[in-house]
């Protein structure tokens, strides 16, 4: 597609939902922003231990888990507030809640209250977001999904740069429960757009008291579209976080301190990730998604064969690191926005709740259970094979989803020449 029809999907009314939708996210990014980049810095300098430090991850769990409600978020609302509504903004006030809960307990002083506080906090998110994803993909269409999944990906970066770099600058001047309270405050305020508004009647109308709307997660995962996908979906990106979440340590090891990569990520990764998330969903308008998959891992086996390159000879310039940081931060965007696109295409109908919360989860598994045994394989083989082994099982996903992609590819032209032939 040109540009020109680009432009034309930014019509008032859908900028409208764009704005919508950012808000939306930006309410779960800036909380999870301040847990996940700026809480685990807090509590090291206040003198808690590396084990409650590493706990804090653990907080991811509820996103990884949360399929398990959902085909329940698509089916239970009430009417007179809308299917969506009904859980966005009240999930999105009782985190709000929590986060002035949270205040009055300090880490160093009440770590577990408050890390209970939190993980009660990750799953009211979590949930929130299965009924966020499910407005996102009624609401949108087709070509506006590239641009949604942009909003979506950004707001994660605006969240890790407000939440996990701003809030962790503002900590020295402003203590724990000022925060804590400033955080609670966004939270509502941006909660207000989804309050105010009236919601958007879905694409798809059908009547929610259709079998179909009770699908559950077993039944979604069995159908042949979802099917054929995953190979596409997975296969392809498990990997290819790996390969990204190993070269900051690698850094580490080469002689960066924490403060140099920080200053690398604020200054200058996160941002790209920003500005990439924006040009991935034009990108991805323009080309399609299986060019912008090839294009994707084609950057990602090329950066482990340098990665590579750079653990044999022990050294790297700062400006390479930062640019190896950028880029690992415009592929994570980038893989962001191509992948909720594809969730969002298989999930749209009257479970897209259930489904895209299925899809995600699955995406958040394999490389949160792969990572680990990748990084004994380091500890035992060294960085330099570790990256030998991963940029391998890069290629190896990519020709998977390759030929994935073509099968499926084939299936829809014989579907279109069957339907043809019918008429």
Known sequence: ?????????????????????????????????????????????????????????????????????????????????????????????????????????????????????????????????????????????????????????????????????????????????????????????????????????????????????????????????????????????????????????LLVDMGFDSRSVGAILMHYAYPAGLAGTFLSGWFLHRVGGQVFLRVFCSVVILLAGYTVFVAHSGVIPYWQATLLLSIDNVLIGAVMVWSFTLMMKVSAGPNAGTGFAVLSSLFIIVPMAASPVFGHIGDILGVEWLYILLGLLCFAGFAVAELAGRFENKVELSRAVADVAEL
């Not at 009430?78 to 009240?90: H, T, V, Y």
């Not at 949604?148 to 770099?165: C, D, E, K, T, V």
């Not at 077993?218 to 498990?238: D, G, H, M, N, Y």
């Open 1 to 249: 597609m040109n540009s020109i029809n680009s432009e034309k999907t930014l019509k008032p009314s859908k900028i409208f939902k764009l704005s919508l939708l950012a808000s939306m996210y930006l309410c779960q990014a800036v909380p999870l922003g301040y847990v996940f980049g700026s809480l685990p810095v807090i509590l090291r300098e206040q003198g808690v231990n590396l084990k409650a430090v590493g706990a804090i991850f653990a907080l991811h769990l509820p996103w990884a888990l949360k399929f398990f409600c959902a085909s329940w978020v698509d089916r239970k609302y009430i009417p007179a507030l809308g299917r969506r509504k009904s859980w966005i903004f009240p999930l999105q006030w009782i985190g709000s809640g929590l986060l002035v809960c949270v205040s009055y307990f300090p880490p160093a002083e009440s770590f577990w209250t408050m890390y209970g506080l939190l993980l009660l906090l990750s799953s009211v998110m979590a949930t929130n977001d299965i009924a966020v994803d499910g407005y996102a993909t009624d609401i949108l269409e087709e070509d506006e999904r590239p641009w949604g999944n942009s909003i979506q990906s950004a707001a994660r970066f605006a969240g890790l740069m407000l939440g996990g770099g701003a809030m962790l600058y503002m900590n020295s001047h402003f203590g724990w429960q000022t925060l804590c309270l400033f955080l609670a405050t966004a939270v509502f305020a941006f909660s207000l757009p989804v309050f105010l508004h009236r919601e958007i009647d879905p694409l798809i109308t059908e009547s929610a008291d259709r079998s179909g709307c009770r699908e559950g997660v077993w039944s979604f995962l069995k159908r042949k579209e979802v099917v054929s996908v995953l190979p596409i979906l997975i296969a392809p990106t498990a990997f290819a976080f790996t390969t990204v979440q190993m070269r900051t340590p």
